[in-house]
């Protein structure tokens, strides 16, 4: 039984032990900055943005390799189970038979077998490519890709920044109303303790310690609810990081550093700049790969001149002896040019270049429409951002009258002058004004991240 028990025992100690390991990992801990920054090296979607950025760059090196001289070289036997056979015409053999032998009918073919029965060839040829319109417009696309490429970067940077904050602020708003709520939840019991308290001396009704008992049960579940909303928001900025599994991370900043960091004046006043905006240098970027393609399909009508240099070696054996020194290989060597000159088409080609020109105009066309629409999407995000600091400085002060007036009915309350309908009624009050202000928190914060990001020069 001893024996059993040892190394189970080992087992169950090292498990406890690796457990206990886990939940000693430490706490990742974040200032906003720190956030973003390691969401930059972790983000799922920035590290695609990251391998499309090399992905375009092996793209320009393949498109320059071609114009860049090429080596090819094969090999090829051949093994013949029956020779080939020539008819030659009797009077051209006739002319070679020694005087005195029978000479063939005139006009007949005379079947002769001529080769050797095993063949070898090998062959190397070099190319490079001389002039090609098509080459040089190609390359110059493959390189414009690639500034689309990371400008792409830039702005999934941009926007990876932007969700981190906004996911940072969300969490920070839930984290608060949690910490409202559990305040409030604390005062709501004792109120119901202090009402049943009073009821036993007679000094109140039953339905006034029914209606605070309702009061928690409402409160409770509302708590439950924030707490899951919470769960949410945590796990979503943990995904956003690139953490995964239990890894536990707490926030460092605080709304009000969120708030204190909020330059109102300056996002309302600040002009906008569409030409720096990065949707705009994005638009600029495909723009320009349009009429490349339009360039590109125009170079269809030009010739191509390409050289070639090659060599080769030829075998022929009766015997399988390819690799005795004794028989000889027969060397080839040839150079050339070669001018591949469009000449006909049936309208092809044309009909390629008038729809790559139909392109570049439709992209003139999404131009305008894209510097219209940031405008009105400035002014838009300007006056909302106005509107909620406006709300946002009226909840702040609604809260302040609301704490006030539960505070002072409470106070009554207590002294007996108040009755608990006026108390839950300022109660709600004051929960319903906390509720409003951190959502305005939020709302302002959210606009003013949507203005920043507009106004963002790059």
């Known amino acids: 039984m001893k024996r059993i028990f040892f190394p189970v025992a080992i087992f169950i100690g090292f498990f406890i032990h690796s457990g206990t390991q886990a ?27 990251a391998y499309d950025v090399q992905i375009a760059k092996k793209m320009v090196r393949q498109n320059t390799a071609i114009g860049l001289p090429q080596l090819d070289g094969g090999i090829d036997y051949m093994d013949y189970l029956s020779l080939p056979v ?5 009077e051209f053999i006739n002319l070679m038979l020694p005087p005195g032998q029978p000479k063939y009918p005139s006009g007949s073919s005379i079947p002769l077998t001529f080769g050797q029965e095993y063949n070898a060839t ?83 009704e039953d339905i006034d310690v029914d209606q605070m008992e309702l009061n928690r049960s409402n409160l409770e579940a509302t708590l439950i ?10 796990n979503y900025i943990k995904f956003l990081l690139g953490i995964n599994g239990n890894q536990e991370i707490a926030l460092t900043d605080n709304l009000p550093f969120f708030l204190n960091n909020l330059n109102q004046d300056f996002l309302v006043n600040q002009q906008f700049d569409y030409t720096r905006n990065i949707d705009y240098t994005i638009l600029k ?13 125009k170079t269809a009508f030009q010739p191509t001149l390409a050289g070639f240099f090659g060599i080769s070696g030829n075998a ?39 729809q790559a020109r139909l392109n570049v105009e439709k992209m003139k066309v999404t131009d305008e429409k894209v510097r219209v629409q940031l405008q009105l999407q400035v002014e838009t995000s300007k006056k909302d951002f106005a509107n909620t600091y406006l709300v946002f400085m009226n909840k702040k002060k609604g809260l302040d009258l609301a704490g006030r007036i539960y ?29 409003d202000y951190i959502q305005s928190i939020y709302d302002l914060l959210k606009n003013g991240l949507k203005l920043t990001k507009l106004l963002e020069k790059v």
Do not use: C, H
């Not at 002072?408 to 009050?429: A, C, E, H, I």
């Open 86 to 90: 020539t008819l030659l015409p009797a």
């Open 225 to 234: 609810s924030t707490k899951s909303q919470r769960l949410i928001a945590y």
């Open 23 to 49: 939940q000693l990992k430490p706490v990742l801990s974040f200032s906003l900055k720190e956030a973003q920054d390691y969401a930059y090296a972790n983000n799922y979607d920035l590290k695609n943005s």
């Open 407 to 435: 505070e002072k009915t409470f106070s009554k309350y207590k002294q007996g002058v108040s009755s608990s309908t006026d108390l839950n009624q300022k109660y709600s009050q004051f929960l319903l004004s906390e509720s």
């Open 316 to 354: 022929q054996r009766n015997e399988w002896s390819f690799f005795n020194d004794k028989y000889p290989w027969y060397k080839t060597v040839n150079w050339g040019l070669t001018l591949t000159v469009p000449i006909w088409s049936s309208g092809s080609r044309k009909f390629s270049m008038d």
């Open 122 to 204: 090998l062959r190397a040829k070099l190319t490079q490519l001389i002039y090609s319109g098509q080459y040089l417009v190609g390359l110059q696309t493959a390189k414009a890709f690639l500034e689309t490429a990371k400008q792409k970067m830039v702005k999934d940077k941009m926007d990876v920044r932007d969700l981190v904050t906004e996911a940072y602020i969300g969490l920070l708003i839930v984290e608060e109303s949690t910490k409202i709520l559990d305040s409030t939840y604390k005062t709501v019991n004792q109120m119901l303790e202090d009402g049943k308290a009073t009821l036993k001396q007679g000094l109140i």
């Open 285 to 297: 970027k495909q723009e320009y790969l349009t009429l490349m393609q339009y360039k590109l399909s």
